[in-house]
C-alpha cells in the first residue's frame, strides 16, 4: 500500500466479520493489524496501547457505540484515522459520524478491493463515503443535513395558540380548564375550538385528541 507498514486496529463484536477483515488486510502489502477489539470499551483501549494509523470501527458494538467512541477519540485529540464500518447506516449516523471526526464510511458488504482504496483515500488525507472519494466534504455534510431533517410538521393552518388549545383538549381538560390555564374566557375558547373543528375536520373532542396524536400536534408520552 505504501513505502511505510500501516498499523491497523480492527474493532467489530463479530469474530466472524473482524477475521473477514483480517483476511483482507493481510493480502494487502504494508498493512499490519496490530489488534482487534470486540466492544466500544475495548476500541479505546488499543488505540491508546497501540496507535494504529487506522482503526476499522464497527458502528453497532456493545459497551460504546461506534459514535460514542468517535466522540471520545475526539476528546482525546487522537491521531488515528477512523473508518466506520456499518451493515446499514442511518443518513443521521454518518452525518453525525463524519462531524466526530470519520474519515471513511465503508459498508460491510463492499468489496474487498473498496476496504484497500478506502484506506489509502484516509491515509492520504481524504474522505471515503458511499462506495466512492469526497470530492468536498463541506458539500456532502450540506446533503446529508438536508435528507436527514425531519419532514416539516403540518399544523393544518392552526395558529400557536390554537395549537396550545388543542394539546390541552387532547388531555382532556375542559373548556373552563383551558380557559383558566391561558386566563381568557371560555367564550373565547369555544371560539377557539371551533376553529379547530374547522381546519381539522373532526366533529368532537375524541375524534380531535386522535387526530392530534396522529399527525403529531402534541407531544405522544
Not at 464497527?58 to 468517535?70: N, R
Not at 393552518?157 to 381538560?173: D, F, I, K, M, W
Not at 373548556?175 to 373543528?197: L, M, W
Amino acid at each position: 500500500m505504501s513505502e511505510k507498514t500501516v498499523g491497523i486496529v480492527i474493532a467489530d463484536d463479530h469474530p466472524v466479520v473482524r477475521m473477514g477483515v483480517r483476511l483482507v488486510l493481510e493480502s494487502e502489502e504494508g498493512v499490519h493489524v496490530l489488534g482487534e477489539a470486540g466492544d466500544g470499551r475495548e476500541s479505546l483501549e488499543k488505540v491508546e496501547q497501540l496507535r494504529p494509523d487506522v482503526l476499522l470501527l464497527d458502528l453497532s458494538m456493545p459497551q460504546l457505540t461506534g459514535i460514542e467512541v468517535l466522540a471520545e477519540l475526539r476528546a482525546r485529540k487522537s491521531s488515528t484515522r477512523t473508518i466506520l464500518l456499518t451493515a446499514s447506516a442511518e443518513k443521521k449516523q454518518i452525518l453525525d459520524a463524519l462531524r466526530l471526526g470519520a474519515r471513511g464510511i465503508l459498508m460491510k458488504g463492499a468489496l474487498p478491493s473498496e476496504l484497500g482504496s478506502c484506506i489509502r483515500t484516509v491515509l492520504s488525507g481524504g474522505y471515503w463515503a458511499f462506495g466512492t472519494v469526497v470530492p468536498d466534504l463541506v458539500v456532502l455534510l450540506e446533503q446529508l443535513m438536508r435528507e436527514s431533517a425531519p419532514a416539516p410538521r403540518n399544523t393544518f393552518g392552526l395558529t400557536p395558540r390554537e395549537l396550545q388549545v388543542t394539546a390541552l383538549v387532547a388531555e382532556g381538560l375542559t373548556n373552563k380548564d383551558v380557559a383558566a390555564e391561558y386566563k381568557i374566557s371560555e367564550e373565547t375558547v369555544k371560539h377557539h375550538i371551533k376553529r379547530i373543528f374547522d381546519k381539522t375536520g373532526v366533529s368532537n373532542r375524541l375524534e380531535l385528541a386522535i387526530f392530534a396524536m396522529n399527525h403529531r400536534l402534541v407531544q405522544q408520552p
